[in-house]
């Protein structure tokens, strides 16, 4: 059973650094992997998308890494801003699952400190 | 702008009623999803539909709970009769084919007292 671990669960960092946030799941045999961003209250914006076949994508102020064979992913926010404070998480659909059901982390939630 | 529209936003009910929830997925995309998210569980999955086919409920109570997609616009999910252990967020969510972005509406809070 795939398990998505995402650590730390909760980061403060003051404004103007960069965040890194981490990824890791249990099985390789995804078809991408999904950032995705939570604001109290809301529902999920999607951040990024990242095919099993890519090791990187880029969206602005945000890159996104991806190893497979080693189970993980790495967002990374450049020059944090205190509008990036929100949770934070990622989603794998499995290969192995028919249906590509999204499998979720628990999140990290972060604070950033103006 | 496209966009996964969920109805009620907000949802305050008494126990032993019957709660329905709408989700209106995004023009085109053939999959949805029902997640709950709660404090203790985070997000789980309710139910897929693919084509209108419902796909997998297993992570549905289905004593009570209860998915259905009368047509390519509407997903519904049904809850009779709630119960206060039901009280969390409900999320709809669709997608175009396996390897694309999901995108998620803005969620339903029920609060069943």
């Known amino acids: 059973k795939q398990e998505v671990t995402q650590i730390p669960a909760a980061l403060s960092v003051p404004e103007g650094e960069n965040l890194v946030l981490n990824c890791s799941f249990t099985?390789?045999?995804?078809?991408?992997l999904q950032w995705f961003r939570q604001d109290p209250g809301k529902g999920l914006t999607s951040l990024l998308l990242?095919?099993?076949?890519?090791r990187e994508q880029t969206s602005g102020r945000l890159n996104a890494s991806l190893d497979k064979s080693s189970g993980r992913s790495t967002l990374y926010i450049a020059a944090s801003q205190p509008g990036d404070s929100a949770t934070y998480l990622c989603?794998?659909?499995?290969?192995?699952?028919?249906?590509?059901?999204?499998?979720f982390g628990a999140g990290t939630q972060v604070v950033v400190t103006p | 702008d496209a966009r996964v529209t969920q109805t009620p936003r907000h949802k305050v009910t008494e126990m032993g009623q019957e709660v329905t929830m709408r989700c209106q997925p995004i023009?085109?995309?053939?999959?949805v999803f029902w997640y709950r998210q709660t404090m203790m569980q985070g997000l789980e999955l309710l139910a897929y539909?693919?084509?209108?086919?419902?796909?997998?409920d297993s992570g549905m109570p289905k004593d009570r709970f209860s998915a259905e997609m009368p047509d390519a616009t509407l997903a519904t999910l049904k809850i009779q009769p709630s119960e206060p252990r039901d009280s969390a967020v409900y999320f709809c969510?669709?997608?175009?084919?396996?390897?694309?972005?999901?995108?998620f509406g803005q969620g339903t809070r029920l609060t069943v007292v």
């Open positions: 969510a669709s997608r175009q084919g396996m390897n694309t972005e999901a995108f």
């Open positions: 099985d390789s045999a995804i078809y991408n």
């Open positions: 990242i095919q099993s076949s890519q």
């Open positions: 989603a794998v659909p499995l290969t192995t699952d028919s249906w590509g059901k999204l499998q």
């Open positions: 023009l085109g995309h053939n999959t």
């Open positions: 539909f693919r084509n209108r086919a419902p796909l997998d």
